[in-house]
């Protein structure tokens, strides 16, 4: 070993010129027995890894100390107890000791050879945690080899952080996908244009990550993120999903996203998959065709609606697509199917009505209100609050008929009803808030929105103490979006987001003005929906440059490819 070599060294040297020196000195004063070294204050940075490197160098170190002290006079040079001297470890990820260096020397030759050698024999030493790694993948330590008390104890000892160009260590560690380790670089980091861009860097490689977890929900919820914060680099990844993936829900999301982000490179697959889809599956159809006429692709969406509108018997997907990409020389035929289809179809047809010219639509839905059928009925209504939308003056011509049909016997008639009078003559609501049907109470609060504060307070204060949970977060969703809102509501709002139903509490959050609050609900409340809201609530009342450093703990802390991950990455990139 390198101590028994360096013991015998030294010995030789003090008894050069004789012959036969003895292996201890005896009759010479002796150095004085140092006590154990100091143990580390428990606080100090990297402690634990310190004081188990230190049960591997201290045992070589001490022998050593032992030896100068049993084997050489006190007055001799390695005795002297002033000696000190500084060494700088390298530790790879494994535990191996990559380079020794004697930073600041003792001035004793010898004494430092024996720092350099007591290093080599503990080698390896335990495998440093991560968190203590430098910005090189090593950890770098600062050691005090001592003569006196101190010796090779850990209470002298530090971990030195070695820092390079913050891009290029986040590059590396997201191509890695080491994305914790990223996040925590980026919160030491200065403030500055540069951190900001890493940050942002780890945010959108968070979506990444998650639109490969094995959680449907999760890969949902990083779409939608992406959509919402219009991350435009990640459209490809967004795009492979509309063909790669049996999740009817995720190929939904997928082609709402690809049409918020104007990927015009989705224009093919979709179109590719109409066809089937508008003979079979409605809501992809749906979103397929909503997502060809955001992307500019209205006409050749209607070429395929079309082709699925010629037969004997329309489809009635094809009739409710037909509303978002209408033809013209199919708009004619629209009351001939209505007038000698079935129910299925007369609803179709009133789905559909949304995509006919006004003068047309009017009339046909005129008749739609008085069918028999209620499935028909409701339909013709929801048309109405469109037509309404986009046509006014046509859409008061139903107003008579519409307020008949607030007193309908079909429950989901009159909450229809009520939403159409809303958009056609918001001065003259039908109060619906006693009607037996909480599916109509809730209508009405939604309602309430097109009504004067004024006007709407007293519907709204009843509304929000309503027993049906639903009428409760419908009269939230009116209250929390008010511009001008009662005085008191914020108060009445921490009192909602301690209700038990958490749509209640989701569609209040928006109300509230506390952020020790939002706070709360970010981190522990049950829904992961109003979890997400109100991260992004705080986030945007902080403002991107105070919530950072919060979002980045969150994202080290939360497990990789998680829907904690996304809402983080989420607040973060929708935050200014």
């Given amino acids: 070993m390198r101590r028994v070599r360096l013991v015998a060294m030294v010995v030789g040297m003090i008894a050069c010129g004789h012959p036969a020196p003895p292996p201890v000195l005896v009759g010479q004063p002796q150095a004085p027995r140092l006590l154990p070294p100091a143990p580390i204050d428990p606080k100090v940075h990297g402690a634990a890894y310190l004081t188990s490197v230190a049960l591997q160098l201290q045992p070589g170190w001490g022998q050593f100390l032992d030896d100068c002290r049993l084997r050489l006079p006190a007055t001799h040079p390695l005795n002297q107890m002033q000696l000190a001297a500084t060494a700088e470890l390298v530790i790879d990820r494994t535990g191996k000791v990559v380079d ?50 101190r ?65 449907g929900s999760v890969r ?41 982000l104007g990927d015009r490179e989705a224009v093919a697959p979709l179109l590719v998959q109409l066809p089937a889809d508008l003979a079979e599956h409605p809501r992809l159809a749906i979103a ?37 990409a209408p033809t013209p020389e199919l708009a004619r035929d629209l009351g001939r199917w209505f007038q000698h289809g079935n129910s299925r179809t007369r609803a179709a047809v009133c789905a559909a009505l949304g995509g006919a010219p006004p003068d047309q639509a009017v009339e046909w839905l005129g008749r739609g209100l008085r069918d028999a059928d209620a ?84 519907g709204l204060r009843a509304l929000i103490d309503d027993r049906d949970p639903d009428v409760r977060a419908a009269a939230w969703q009116t209250l929390a979006a008010e511009p001008v809102a009662f ?25 509230l003005d506390d952020d020790d ?3 709360h609900l970010a981190a522990g409340d049950d829904s992961p929906e109003l979890r997400t809201v109100a991260l992004v609530q705080l ?32 607040a973060w990139l929708l935050a200014r």
């Avoid at 955001?294 to 409710?320: T, V």
């Avoid at 109470?441 to 006007?455: E, H, I």
Wanted: glycine share 4%; with cysteine; aromatic share 2%.
């Fill in 487 to 511: 005085a008191d509501r914020a108060r009445l709002a921490l009192r909602a987001v301690n209700d038990p139903a958490p749509q209640v509490r989701l569609a209040a959050v928006g109300a």
């Fill in 151 to 215: 010796q090779a104890g850990p209470a002298t000892a530090e971990v030195v952080r070695v820092e390079l160009p913050i891009a290029g260590v986040i590059a590396r560690l997201v191509a890695a996908g080491d994305l914790a380790r990223a996040a925590r670089r980026i919160a030491i980091a200065p403030a500055g244009a540069e951190r900001a861009d890493a940050t942002a860097r780890v945010m959108i490689a968070t979506l990444r990550e998650a639109l490969g977890s094995a959680d």
């Fill in 375 to 458: 499935t028909v009925r409701a339909n013709c209504t929801e048309a109405a609050t469109r037509l309404a939308i986009s046509a006014p003056k046509f859409g008061a011509r139903l107003a008579p008929r519409l307020r008949e049909l607030a007193s309908d016997r079909d429950r989901a008639v009159r909450a229809l009803a009520i939403a159409a009078i809303a958009a056609i003559d918001p001065s003259h609501l039908v109060d619906a808030s006693g009607d037996s049907s909480a599916e109509v109470r809730a209508a009405y609060a939604r309602a309430l929105a097109t009504a004067k504060v004024s006007d709407a307070e007293p």
């Fill in 517 to 519: 609050v939002l706070a």
């Fill in 100 to 149: 020794i260096a004697v930073a600041v020397p003792s001035g004793n030759a010898d004494f430092d050879r024996a720092v350099h050698d007591a290093i080599a024999d503990a080698t390896p030493v335990a495998a440093p945690p991560l968190e203590l790694l430098s910005d090189d993948d090593r950890a770098h330590l600062r050691w005090l080899f001592a003569r006196d008390r």
């Fill in 288 to 324: 397929e065709t909503r997502a060809l006429v955001r992307l500019g692709h209205a006409k050749d969406a209607a070429a395929a609606i079309r082709k699925a509108l010629d037969s004997q018997e329309p489809s009635p997907i094809a009739l409710e697509a037909f509303a978002l």
């Fill in 220 to 260: 949902r919820a990083a779409v939608d993120a992406i959509a919402r914060a219009h991350v435009a680099e990640l459209a490809g990844e967004v795009r492979a999903l509309l063909e790669v993936t049996s999740d009817a829900e995720l190929r939904v999301t997928a082609m709402a996203a690809a049409g918020e």
């Fill in 539 to 570: 986030a945007g009342r902080r403002g991107r440059v105070q919530i950072t450093d919060l979002l980045l703990e969150r994202l080290a802390a939360a497990a990789p490819g998680s829907a904690d991950r996304v809402r983080s990455a989420l």
